[in-house]
């Protein structure tokens, strides 16, 4: 299967998840490019990025296990494909 760029957002509402993310996280790290994560105190809700460069099954389980987590959200956005 070829491979896909992406961007994962994840909206996280509760700071318990915070280990199990990163945990998943850890688990797809040969695919994720970069990362960043915004601590939004006054809503308090953490967002974070996540670039990947992986195959769209891959993407799309770590979205699922992320989105299964209690008060976390998880979406992929895809990058078109290219023509070659």
Request: hydrophobic share 45%.
């Amino acid at each position: 299967m070829e491979n896909r760029v992406a961007v994962l957002a994840i909206l996280a509402e509760s700071r318990e998840s915070a280990e199990k993310i990163n945990g998943i996280l850890h688990e797809f790290n040969n695919w994720i490019i970069g990362r960043m994560g915004l601590p939004y105190r006054e809503r308090k809700i953490n967002i974070i990025s996540i670039v990947l460069d992986a195959p769209a099954d891959r993407i799309n389980a770590l979205a699922g296990k992320l989105g299964r987590l209690d008060g976390v959200t998880a979406k992929a956005v895809y990058a078109g494909m290219n023509e070659k």
